[in-house]
């Protein structure tokens, strides 16, 4: 076993911009609130600055606008009609790259992102994880619901580096009982400090070692929950199965480290990141400070929250918020015990740029329902591959039906909801 300090070193080694980011986020960090705010306004002005000069999306949008208040708002809509447009004149096109997001509030988007952004993102990560006690080097086990990071080349399918890293992600998109018996026994022997995962995969795990009683390492100080909304339900299970704090996240594909809770349990807006916004009826909009390859200035991510006034006892300097509604997950069970991701769904789509909107519903055990509104509509052929997708992956007796809409009703909450199990 690599000693903790020599992991660290050789992890340096490996990532050494990952490091110099991380170390900028840390400085930003000693600030103080005045401080950090000036700086704020800062990054702002200049990324606005930038987009200005350097995309054609915003040169076209901006004309005219001098006041951030007036500037239009960015809607996924737009993303998808002009992505190319969002792409800067200064990006090196050989190294850009298209991800996309699962569409969690029932529209698929595809973005533009560079290694540069992606050792951001990992750095700013990492200085969320180190809120909880946490240091580089330390060992984290990652439960994650999207194939797409999970395999080789993606956010958490490193191989040897995720090795050196400390991490080791266990691809949680769909489960059984003798896999959260599995899952269990690898927590037990692999000694974590932390656990990061999606909200429903932790609390359906925490509800398996609850139920058998399993022990669980007494090595842990934190479980770091994302990609989904946090029911006080699932924190509960979670501080009881594992004897440590639960932190919540804030952040997307698109727009990551937008805010994580402390352990005095605030959610901090990451102001040296982001800039946020929240409209009359709490509707979200982030500008992100530091994406110069695709600018997103004023962005309806699909979220609702709101600032907060006053400091916390933690000593951070990053001003607070509160959700109010975030992305709703939902679990499919099959008949045959089998329980899969809602990631699973969001990932036969990705791709089908003519799709506006979408929602999965499950209306008996071997049935699932697929409403789209998309221009042209899908094609027999497209429909019949999905079929064959889920035979194969989900269940065999599972029938799919596709139903091609003009409009995808909303929750009386106004959330738009991607996936929708059967209740319990």
Not at 84 to 98: P, Q
Not at 138 to 153: P, Y
Not at 343 to 348: A, E, I
Request: hydrophobic content about 40%; proline content about 4%; glycine content about 8%.
């Amino acid at each position: 076993m690599i000693e903790t300090p020599l992991r660290r070193w050789l992890h340096r080694r490996q990532r050494p911009e990952r490091y110099t980011r991380l170390e900028e986020l840390l400085a930003t960090a000693r600030l103080d609130r005045v401080g950090i705010l000036r700086k704020q306004r800062d990054d702002l002005a200049g990324i606005v600055a930038f987009a200005a000069a350097h995309v054609s999306y915003y040169r076209r949008r901006f004309a005219g606008l001098t006041d951030f208040a007036t500037l239009p708002i960015l809607t996924k809509s737009d993303v998808t009609a002009d992505l190319d447009e969002l792409l800067a004149d200064t990006a090196d096109r050989s190294e850009a790259k298209i991800g996309h997001t699962g569409g969690s509030t029932g529209k698929p988007l595809a973005f533009w992102y560079d290694e540069a952004k992606h050792e951001l993102m990992r750095a700013g990560m990492m200085r969320s994880y180190m809120g909880s006690g946490w240091r580089p080097g330390q060992k984290i086990l990652n439960f994650w619901g999207a194939r797409q990071d999970t395999v080789s080349g993606g956010v958490f399918g490193a191989g040897y580096g995720d090795f050196i890293a400390a991490e080791r992600t266990i691809a949680a998109h769909e489960y059984t009982e003798r896999q959260l018996h599995a899952w269990a026994d690898t927590l037990l022997r692999y000694q974590p400090v932390l656990l990061q995962g999606y909200a429903s995969i932790l609390a359906e795990l925490a509800r398996f070692v609850i139920a058998r009683r399993l022990p669980m390492p007494k090595s842990l100080i934190g479980v770091y929950s994302t990609a989904e909304v946090l029911e006080d339900s699932q924190r509960e299970l979670m501080q009881r199965a594992f004897s440590c704090s639960v932190f919540n996240q804030y952040g997307s594909r698109e727009i990551p480290n937008i805010a994580c809770e402390c352990r005095h349990g605030n959610m901090h807006v990451f102001t040296d990141m982001v800039f946020l916004e929240s409209a009359a009826d709490e509707r979200l909009l982030i500008t992100s400070l530091t994406n110069r390859l695709m600018p997103m200035i004023r962005y309806e991510i699909g979220d609702a929250g709101r600032l907060l006034d006053g400091d916390c006892a933690c000593g951070s300097p990053f001003p607070l918020m509160a959700m109010s509604m975030c992305r709703q997950n939902d679990l499919i069970r099959t008949s045959g015990g089998k329980t899969v991701h809602p990631s699973y769904f969001n990932k036969l789509l990705y791709g089908m740029t003519q799709i506006r909107q979408y929602q999965w519903q499950q209306t008996a055990p071997d049935r699932i329902v697929l409403s789209v509104v998309a221009s042209p509509p899908l094609s027999d052929d497209t429909a019949g591959s999905l079929q064959e997708n889920i035979h194969r992956d989900v269940d065999a007796t599972m029938s799919l039906e596709l139903r091609q809409v003009d409009e995808i009703p909303r929750t009386v909450s106004g959330k738009h909801r991607f996936v929708i199990g059967l209740p319990d």
